[in-house]
């Protein structure tokens, strides 16, 4: 009989329930660090309305954090500039849990998952790969950047940073069979996914053919209930009824790009092309999703 073999389980914590009906509230926002720029000020404004509306419990950031490259060090003064002088609403002062996005990793990496930032400002929790566990709900955040086969040969020649990925193969394969176990041993009612690039989207940088062939398979076989990500600076629902719904919420700054690639109107319940962001209300018989604009108005919202 053979074992999988993993140098690594996925680091898996877990953040309290404090509702009394055991509910949760999340917000989820994307794309965003440009030192206030391009209305990220404006969407960080209206989500601390919403967030103190729903008196959230945490925050997902689904990548690409810092633009244009990551953060040089971890006394980079964009840490602040883009992340705790912006953020400053009371209600979103909660843990940011975050993923690094292809723009992330064009910087230095080591920095953005330095304790040092969250010394700085103790919201902030980036890794690659983890879980958060709250009750009823366990969410998968991976790592998605170095599955993307072309940033390993960018015809633009941008420099990403490597270390702790390479061999690229086996970083990959041991963290889908982490992905896969945590999964598999996973008791929770709701099942959420969080990766910066889509997996299935009509905006500008289109699907990720290698997501859909290599961790698609794994979120249909465990039954996922959502793949959340950005990437796509828009708003986006792709989904089915009963299958796994796609959401990207990638508007946290520059946005507004004007493309939207073909897909099947059954299927894709939301585009919006500008700046927003979305929230989540977990229960334990529904979860219900709703996007905003930077003006607060509900663009769309589904129940599941
Ligand atoms: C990356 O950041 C870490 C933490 O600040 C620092 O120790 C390291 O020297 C940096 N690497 C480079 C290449 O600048």
Not at 282 to 287: G, N
Request: proline share 3%; charged share 20%; net charge negative.
């Amino acid at each position: 009989m053979f074992f999988s073999c993993s140098l690594s389980e996925l680091l898996s914590l877990k953040h309290p329930v404090t509702k009394s009906d055991g509910s949760l509230n999340i917000l989820v926002v994307g794309d965003w660090g440009r030192l206030g720029g391009y209305n990220q000020s404006a969407v960080a404004a209206q989500m601390g309305i919403v967030g103190e509306q729903l008196d959230i419990d945490y925050v997902i950031s689904v990548g690409d954090n810092f633009y244009s490259d990551g953060l040089n060090n971890d006394t980079d003064p964009a840490f602040e500039a883009s992340f705790s002088r912006i953020y400053t609403h009371p209600s979103l002062q909660k843990r940011w849990y975050s993923v690094l996005g292809n723009h992330d990793y064009r910087g230095n990496v080591s920095a953005q998952l330095s304790q040092v930032l969250t010394q700085k400002d103790w919201r902030w929790f980036c890794r690659r790969s983890f879980v958060i566990s709250s009750g009823m709900v366990d969410v998968f955040f991976v790592d998605t950047t170095p599955f993307v086969n072309e940033y390993f040969t960018d015809p633009e020649d941008h420099t990403y940073d490597w270390s702790n990925v390479l061999p690229r193969n086996r970083y990959i394969s041991n963290l889908l069979d982490d992905l896969d176990l945590a999964l598999k041993k996973s008791r929770a009612t709701w099942k959420f996914v969080v990766g910066h690039h889509g997996i299935k989207t009509a905006g500008e940088h289109n699907v990720t053919q290698e997501l859909i062939d290599q961790l698609l398979p794994i979120l249909e076989d465990n039954k996922v209930d959502l793949y959340m990500n950005g990437h796509d600076h828009c708003l986006q629902h792709i989904g089915s009824d009963g299958g796994i719904q796609f959401l990207t919420s990638g508007g946290g700054s520059k946005a507004w790009r004007g493309v939207i690639l073909p897909w099947d109107p059954k299927e894709l319940k939301l585009y919006y092309d500008g700046q927003g962001f979305m929230s989540l209300h977990i229960t334990q018989s529904q979860v219900k999703f709703i996007f905003y604009d930077i003006s607060g108005n509900v663009l769309h919202q589904f129940t599941i």
